[in-house]
C-alpha cells in the first residue's frame, strides 16, 4: 500500500510516499480503507521530533481518519465490514490502510463526505469539551477565542455561537477573520500589528467570560488580562511557544485558569465526557454543524500539508484525500 513515512525526524519535507506492507490485524482491531485523513498541528510536532509523547522512526504519521472497515478482528463486535467510519490514532492515518483499535473508531453519519468526517473529531470535539465539558459556556457570555482561523478555533467558534455566546475571534489575518465571521463571530481582531492587550480592552470593556487559548505565546498573557473577575482561561495547546503567565493576574482577578487534554476528560470526567460525546455526535449527525475545509492534498503531497499547518497558514482544517473512497461521501 502507498504511505506517508517519516524516516527521520525533521521538517514536514522529510515525509515521502512509498510503498510499505499493509498493517496486519491484532485482537481488537479493525482495519480501515482510509478515505481521508486530516492533518494536526501535533503530526508537525511529531514529525521534528518535538512532541510531548515522541515516536521514534520510522513511522507513518496522520492521527485522524475516515473511511470503510475492511476487515475485522474475530474478537471486535459491533463493527462490520463496509461500515463507515471516522476515527483517531497517534500516527499511522496517512496511509491507504489503518489499523487500529476497534473502540477507536465511531460511526460517520450517513450521507457526510469523509472528508468531513476525517476533519471532525479532532477539532470539534476539542473545542466542544473545552468549551462545554471544562468552560461551561453558556448564552450571552462572551468568549474569546485565539486562533480562530485554525481548526480548533474555528470549531470554537461555531459551536460557541450555537451556544448563544458572543465571540471575539483573535486571528493573523484577514482572511482567517473573515472565515470566522461566517462561522458566527461578531467582534474581528488581526493581533500581527501588536496591541492585543488594547484591543481586548476596548472590545470587552467588562471582560471576557471565557478565553479559549490554543496559541499560546506572546497572545496568552494580554488574552488573560481580558478575563473578567471569576473568568475562566483554558489552555489547549502552545502553537507559538508556552507562555509565562504572571500567577498575581489570577490571583487578583480570580481567573480559573484550566489545562486541557482530550484524552485525560475521558479518564478522569467519564460520565460528563460521555453525555457530552453523544450531544457533539448528534449535532454533526443532523448537520447542525460542519468543519471548515481549507485546504486538500492528494496522499502524494502529504508534506506539502503538513507545510501548510506548520507555517501557520491554514484556514480551517487541512485534509489529505487517499486513494477512491476519498472522492466520495458514499
Known sequence: MKAAQCTAYGPPEIVRVADVP?????????????????????DVLLVAGEYQLPVAPPFVPGSEFAGVV??????VSGIRVGDRVSGTTMVGAFAERAVVA?????????????????????????????????????????????????????AAVQLGALAGARITAVASSARKLETAKAQGATVLIDHRGGGLRAALKEALPAGA?????????????PALRSVRWGGRFVSIGFA??????????????????????????????????????ERLRRLFAVGAVRPHIGAEFPLADTAAALRRVADGEAVGKVVIRVGDEGNTSL
Open 22 to 42: 499493509v498493517p496486519a490485524l491484532g485482537a481488537g482491531q479493525v482495519r480501515v480503507r482510509v478515505g481521508a485523513a486530516a492533518v494536526n498541528y501535533p
Open 70 to 75: 475492511e476487515a475485522v478482528a474475530d474478537d
Open 102 to 154: 476497534a473502540r477507536s473508531v465511531t460511526p460517520a453519519p450517513d450521507g457526510v463526505d469523509l472528508a468531513e468526517a476525517a476533519a471532525f473529531g479532532v477539532a470539534h470535539r476539542t473545542a466542544y469539551h473545552a468549551l462545554h465539558t471544562v468552560a461551561g459556556i453558556a448564552a450571552g457570555q462572551e468568549l474569546v477565542v485565539l486562533g480562530a482561523g485554525g481548526g480548533v478555533g474555528l
Open 209 to 221: 467570560d471565557v478565553v479559549l487559548d490554543p496559541v499560546g505565546g506572546t497572545l496568552a498573557e
Open 240 to 277: 507559538a511557544g508556552i507562555p509565562r503567565l504572571p500567577l498575581n493576574l489570577v490571583l487578583l482577578k480570580g481567573v480559573q485558569v484550566t489545562g486541557f487534554q482530550l484524552r485525560d476528560l475521558a479518564a478522569h470526567l467519564s460520565v460528563k465526557f460521555e453525555a457530552n460525546e
